[in-house]
Nanobody, 129 residues
Framework: QARLVESGGGLVHPGGSLRLSCAAS????????IGWFRQAPGKEREGVSC????????YIKDSVKGRFTISRDNAKNMVYLEMNSLKPEDTAVYSC??????????????????????WGQGAQVTVSS
């Protein structure tokens, strides 16, 4: 069955870095746009960064632009989120989601109004001194 599993979360000091990984199985990743979303306690889920099925187009939320980078390796069925210069306000549960490439008109649309086919269970990222 289709599955997404996140890894790489943890506790990091402000200014530190983490690399989140999203492992896909049970479906053909190259047919799906992928998004990274986060939800902090008491806040709504928000799209952080999204990438097209080919990897050719990306969207990055303004508040993380220049600090976060999304990438994917379809041959390895993996999607990554490199997070640098982390801030306490980046603390949240980070989840990856897969949306068939024909579903959302753009990757920005996926990030803003996700209609995903599959969701991972999430990885906690805590930025604290």
């Amino acid at each position: 069955q289709a599955r997404l599993v996140e890894s790489g979360g943890g506790l990091v000091h402000p200014g530190g870095s983490l690399r989140l990984s999203c492992a896909a199985s049970g479906f053909t990743l190259e047919y799906y746009d992928i998004g990274w979303f986060r939800q902090a306690p008491g806040k709504e889920r928000e799209g952080v960064s999204c990438i097209s099925h080919s990897g050719g187009t990306t969207y990055i939320k303004d508040s993380v632009k220049g600090r976060f980078t999304i990438s994917r390796d379809n041959a390895k069925n993996m999607v990554y989120l490199e997070m640098n210069s982390l801030k306490p306000e980046d603390t949240a549960v980070y989840s990856c989601a897969a949306s068939h490439r024909l579903r959302a008109p753009t990757v920005q649309a996926l990030c803003v109004r996700p209609e995903a086919d599959y969701w991972g269970q999430g990885a906690q990222v805590t930025v604290s001194s």
